[in-house]
């Protein structure tokens, strides 16, 4: 049996094993991931694959399998392990870890981001260690953790311990777009200092942070960034302030306020860059408003990247998507970040967005389209055949 033999008698058993994959929680800074890793551990095993279950930082689990032994060549498919809290669960359809298929849409956290990826690359494993197609390479599989928070502890964790490719795919959903690009992401803790004092003084006294915090927000929202524009990210950089905290009680001067900065960056932005725009913003404001007292704080730091259109893997996925599907399928960039950041910065052609249609990621209702299930999965095995054997 070749291996779209394999996959198409097999339809039925990735469905099913995405439903499993869906009723086992593994939202992130919730639930173990050590239980969907188990599971999918165990599913590898019983195809005859010989996985490695690697336990990183702070106990966060990743799995690493190579699926045949040849020169030549390797293609690395990669999709996260963990997803998005479920939210308030009375807001969702049907129950958000039950996987249940209605009208053609399968429903539930995670599947759509990534849980879809995780059942077709299993079986995608599966079919071509028993296949008798004679690869001149070798396919690596990975399902990593704590993508979700943004640490990416997983895919580090692989890359620190050597692991390369030729190439990448990751198996971010949606059929209408090739995502070979990424913006990066800086983000910041800002901290203006006041004075306490009793809010009914008849002296006005005190010095209130949160006031001083709007003039921050206020010039940091109104900061045009430099960036150098380009064919792919023509949405240019971003800004948000995302989260506050300010306020001791309703009837005392607040003396501190903090707020999380959100910066959203293009290729040509770099964390230096970025933070010598917003120290100098800081600065004009001190001159200003002698009385400000602020400190700034970047905690969270992730290059943008950009994978060349002339990538080999980019050519193949693209002309098998196109036949496959029978439409045409646009090249682009990500708005947001994810693990293709740091293969595609560590030079491995990444492809960050190609997999099943889907609706609701990170919200109510997440679903997948069942119906492109299978025409994903026979692009995505045509695509490692032709990477690894031609």
């Given at each position: 049996?070749?291996s779209?033999?394999?996959?198409?008698?097999?339809?039925?058993?990735?469905?099913?094993f995405?439903?499993?994959?869906?009723?086992?929680?593994?939202?992130n800074?919730?639930d173990?991931e050590?239980?969907?890793?188990?599971?999918?551990?165990?599913k590898?095993?019983?195809?005859?694959?010989?996985?490695?279950?690697?336990?990183g930082?702070?106990?966060?689990?990743?799995i690493?399998?190579?699926c045949?032994?040849?020169?030549?060549?390797?293609?690395?498919?990669?999709?996260?392990?963990?997803t998005?809290?479920?939210?308030?669960?009375?807001?969702?359809?049907?129950p958000?870890?039950?996987?249940?298929?209605?009208?053609?849409?399968?429903y539930g956290?995670?599947s759509?981001?990534c849980k879809?990826?995780?059942?077709?690359?299993?079986?995608?494993a599966?079919?071509?260690?028993?296949?008798?197609?004679?690869?001149?390479?070798?396919?690596?599989?990975s399902?990593?953790?704590?993508?979700?928070?943004?640490?990416?502890t997983?895919?580090?964790?692989?890359l620190?311990?050597?692991?390369?490719?030729?190439?990448?795919?990751?198996?971010?959903?949606?059929t209408?777009e090739?995502?070979?690009?990424?913006r990066?992401?800086?983000?910041l803790?800002?901290?203006?200092?006041?004075?306490?004092?009793?809010?009914?003084?008849?002296?006005h006294?005190g010095?209130n942070?949160i006031?001083?915090?709007?003039?921050v927000?206020q010039?940091?929202?109104?900061?045009?960034?430099?960036?150098?524009?380009?064919?792919?990210?023509?949405?240019?950089?971003?800004l948000?302030?995302?989260?506050?905290?300010?306020g001791?009680?309703?009837?005392?001067?607040?003396?501190?306020?903090?707020?999380?900065?959100d910066?959203?960056?293009a290729?040509s932005?770099t964390k230096?860059?970025?933070?010598?725009?917003i120290?100098?913003?800081?600065k004009?404001l001190k001159?200003?408003d002698?009385?400000?007292?602020?400190?700034?704080?970047p905690y969270?730091?992730?290059a943008?990247?950009?994978?060349?259109?002339?990538?080999?893997?980019?050519?193949?996925l693209?002309?098998?998507?196109?036949?496959i599907?029978?439409?045409?399928?646009?090249i682009a960039?990500a708005?947001?970040?994810?693990?293709g950041?740091?293969?595609?910065?560590?030079?491995i052609?990444?492809?960050?967005?190609?997999?099943v249609?889907f609706?609701n990621?990170?919200?109510e209702?997440?679903y997948?389209?069942?119906n492109?299930?299978?025409?994903?999965t026979?692009i995505?095995?045509?695509?490692?055949?032709?990477?690894?054997?031609?």
């Amino acid at each position: 049996m070749n291996s779209f033999e394999f996959i198409k008698t097999k339809e039925k058993e990735i469905i099913s094993f995405l439903q499993e994959l869906v009723r086992t929680p593994s939202q992130n800074g919730i639930d173990l991931e050590r239980n969907i890793a188990t599971l999918i551990y165990r599913k590898l095993k019983r195809f005859g694959l010989k996985p490695s279950l690697l336990v990183g930082e702070k106990n966060r689990p990743t799995i690493l399998c190579y699926c045949n032994k040849s020169k030549g060549r390797n293609l690395w498919l990669d999709a996260p392990l963990d997803t998005v809290a479920i939210g308030d669960k009375n807001k969702w359809k049907y129950p958000p870890f039950s996987g249940k298929i209605v009208g053609g849409k399968l429903y539930g956290r995670g599947s759509a981001d990534c849980k879809a990826a995780i059942a077709i690359f299993t079986y995608i494993a599966a079919a071509i260690s028993q296949s008798q197609e004679r690869l001149k390479g070798q396919l690596l599989l990975s399902f990593d953790s704590d993508e979700q928070s943004g640490n990416f502890t997983g895919i580090k964790n692989l890359l620190r311990k050597g692991v390369r490719a030729d190439a990448c795919i990751i198996g971010y959903p949606g059929t209408e777009e090739i995502i070979i690009g990424a913006r990066g992401f800086l983000r910041l803790n800002i901290t203006t200092f006041g004075k306490t004092a009793h809010t009914g003084s008849r002296e006005h006294k005190g010095l209130n942070a949160i006031s001083k915090m709007v003039k921050v927000i206020q010039s940091l929202e109104k900061l045009k960034m430099k960036y150098k524009k380009c064919d792919l990210f023509k949405f240019g950089p971003n800004l948000t302030v995302s989260q506050i905290e300010g306020g001791r009680a309703i009837n005392i001067v607040p003396d501190e306020c903090n707020i999380k900065v959100d910066i959203r960056l293009a290729p040509s932005q770099t964390k230096d860059t970025v933070m010598k725009e917003i120290n100098d913003l800081l600065k004009k404001l001190k001159k200003n408003d002698p009385e400000l007292r602020v400190k700034i704080e970047p905690y969270l730091y992730e290059a943008p990247f950009q994978t060349s259109k002339n990538s080999r893997i980019i050519k193949i996925l693209k002309k098998n998507a196109e036949k496959i599907l029978g439409k045409r399928i646009k090249i682009a960039a990500a708005g947001g970040s994810g693990i293709g950041n740091e293969t595609g910065n560590k030079g491995i052609p990444t492809i960050t967005g190609f997999g099943v249609d889907f609706n609701n990621i990170h919200s109510e209702n997440e679903y997948i389209l069942v119906n492109s299930i299978l025409p994903v999965t026979k692009i995505y095995l045509k695509t490692v055949l032709d990477f690894l054997i031609f």
